[in-house]
Structure formats: structure tokens, C-alpha cells
Nanobody, 127 residues
Framework: QVQLVESGGGLVQAGGSLRLSCAASGRTGSDYAMGWFRQVQGKERELVAA????????YYIDSVKGRFTISRDNAKNTVYLQMNSLKSEDTAVYSC????????????????????WGQGTQVTVSS
């Protein structure tokens, strides 16, 4: 069983930065691909970024490319989302998710394929 706990959310002005962390309990490491998702009330959850188990391969949605960076430290069982140049439209609840992968070089973009989810952390960007 994998448990995920996010931290690092908060209130920030437009143009500012935040770094989200997702700490995994239980043995995860490179066996699990990870993703960061966000959801605004009344809208569907959307993938923001994904990373392979090895950390070598990443994926971003177009709206965050060049502003957000996903990374991981497998020794610490932690995945990060560095968010720079934040915009009001980035306001959402951000959650991390994990899915076991046999190939450590693949990331997963379909939320239905993820098995474990954190509770989420609120990010609010004021304009």
C-alpha cells in the first residue's frame, strides 16, 4: 500500500513561485511513475505533469511548459513540482498520484491508470 501526502501549497501573487512536495510512504522509488494533477471546483481533474520512475522522462501540459518543473528524489521517496511565473488560472487543488510501472522509463498521462492518490493541497494565485 502506498500513501501520498502533498505539501507546499498556499497563497501567492501572480508571477510568484511555489514548490509542491509529494512524500510517499511505503516502498516506491523508481518502481512507480508519478503525476501531478489539479482540479478546480466544478471542472474535471487535469494532468499537469508526469514523470517516469527513473526520473529521466517527463511530460507537461502546454499551459505549464517553461514554467513548471517536475522532479523526484527516489532516495527520499518524494516528488516535487516547482511552479514559477504563476498565473491566476493556476489556482486549483493540486494532487499527486502514483502507479507501478515495470519499465522505469515510462510516464503515465491517463488519470484512470493511477492507483494511489494524495489528498491534495490548495494553490491560490492572486492577480
Amino acid at each position: 500500500q502506498v500513501q501520498l501526502v502533498e505539501s507546499g501549497g498556499g497563497l501567492v501573487q501572480a508571477g510568484g513561485s511555489l514548490r509542491l512536495s509529494c512524500a510517499a510512504s511505503g516502498r516506491t522509488g523508481s518502481d512507480y511513475a508519478m503525476g501531478w494533477f489539479r482540479q478546480v471546483q466544478g471542472k474535471e481533474r487535469e494532468l499537469v505533469a508526469a514523470i517516469s520512475g527513473s526520473g529521466a522522462n517527463t511530460y507537461y501540459i502546454d499551459s505549464v511548459k517553461g514554467r513548471f518543473t517536475i522532479s523526484r528524489d527516489n532516495a527520499k521517496n518524494t516528488v516535487y513540482l516547482q511552479m514559477n511565473s504563476l498565473k491566476s488560472e493556476d489556482t486549483a487543488v493540486y494532487s499527486c498520484a502514483a502507479v507501478r510501472q515495470w519499465y522505469t522509463g515510462s510516464y503515465v498521462t491517463n488519470p484512470r491508470e493511477y492507483d494511489y492518490w494524495g489528498q491534495g493541497t490548495q494553490v491560490t494565485v492572486s492577480s
